[in-house]
């Protein structure tokens, strides 16, 4: 399995932008997916995850109300809605899978139980 994010670019606070996670070589239904952040001198933080199959989904409380993940399965593509955007959310975001699916849905969060890391797109929010 392969992804490749993007979407990433420079706006002004308040705005919004949509990340792309374009998976290939694997069945994107059957994956756990997640978005996790590292901004300069930060540990990477999850952002948000989406549930293989049913499709459930978990936001970090940062960015609950702002952003929202969701998965197109024919287009074997996650997406990450992020609106009104904060110079707080400037960082590279990554997509990241967890195939097989092994995480429970409390476990979405922890960037370790995923094993296949896109390369990062950055965002930046000027204030």
């Known amino acids: 399995v392969q992804l490749q994010a993007s979407g990433g670019g420079l706006v002004q606070a308040g705005g919004s932008l949509r990340l792309s996670c374009a998976t290939s070589?694997?069945?994107?239904?059957?994956?756990?997916m997640a978005w996790f952040r590292q901004a300069p001198g930060k540990e990477r933080e999850f952002v948000a995850a989406?549930?293989?199959?049913?499709?459930?989904?978990s936001h970090a409380d940062s960015v609950k109300g702002r952003f929202a993940i969701s998965r197109d399965n024919f287009k074997n593509t996650v997406y990450l809605q992020m609106n009104n955007l904060k110079p707080e959310d400037t960082a590279v975001y990554y997509c990241?899978?967890?195939?097989?699916?092994?995480?429970?849905?409390?476990?979405?969060?922890?960037?370790?139980?995923?094993?296949?890391w896109g390369q990062g797109t950055q965002v930046t929010v000027s204030s």
């Open positions: 070589g694997g069945t994107l239904r059957t994956y756990n």
């Open positions: 989406i549930r293989g199959g049913g499709g459930s989904t």
């Open positions: 990241a899978a967890d195939t097989p699916p092994t995480a429970p849905y409390s476990a979405l969060p922890n960037g370790r139980l995923y094993d296949v």
